[in-house]
C-alpha cells in the first residue's frame, strides 16, 4: 500500500498559479504512475493529468491541456501539479493517486484503476 499526503491548496484569483504537491510514503517502489484527479461539488471526480514514475511520460485532460503541468521527484517520492492561469472552474478539492496494477502506455483516467489515494487538498478560484 502506498500513503499519499496532499499539500499546496488554497484561495487564489483567476489567472493566478498554485503549485500542488504529494508526497508517498510506504510500497513507492510498486508504484508505475501517479495522477490528479478533482472533484467539485456536485460532480463526479474527474482526472486532471497523469504521470508515469519511471519515464516521466504524462498526459493530460483537455480542459487543463497547457495550463497544468504534472512532474515527479523521484528522490524525493513527491509528486507535483503547476496550475498557471487558473480559472473559476478549476475549483475542486484535487486528489493525487497511485496506480500500482497498470504498467502499461494506455491512457488511464479513471479513478478504478488507481489503487491508492490522499486525502484532497481544495483548491478555490475566484473570479
Known amino acids: 500500500q502506498v500513503q499519499l499526503v496532499e499539500s499546496g491548496g488554497g484561495l487564489v484569483q483567476a489567472g493566478d498559479s498554485l503549485r500542488l504537491s504529494c508526497a508517498a510514503s510506504?510500497?513507492?517502489?510498486?508504484?508505475?504512475?501517479m495522477a490528479w484527479f478533482r472533484q467539485a461539488p456536485g460532480k463526479e471526480r474527474e482526472f486532471v493529468a497523469r504521470?508515469?514514475?519511471?519515464?516521466?511520460?504524462?498526459y493530460y485532460a483537455d480542459s487543463v491541456k497547457g495550463r497544468f503541468t504534472i512532474s515527479r521527484d523521484k528522490a524525493k517520492n513527491t509528486l507535483y501539479l503547476q496550475m498557471n492561469s487558473l480559472k473559476s472552474e478549476d475549483t475542486a478539492v484535487y486528489y493525487c493517486?497511485?496506480?500500482?496494477?497498470?504498467?502499461?502506455?494506455?491512457?488511464?483516467?479513471?479513478?478504478?484503476?488507481?489503487?491508492?489515494w490522499g486525502q484532497g487538498t481544495q483548491v478555490t478560484v475566484s473570479s
Open positions: 504521470i508515469r514514475w519511471g519515464s516521466g511520460t504524462s
Open positions: 493517486a497511485a496506480d500500482t496494477r497498470y504498467s502499461g502506455s494506455g491512457y488511464y483516467t479513471r479513478p478504478a484503476e488507481y489503487d491508492s
Open positions: 510506504g510500497r513507492t517502489s510498486s508504484t508505475y504512475a
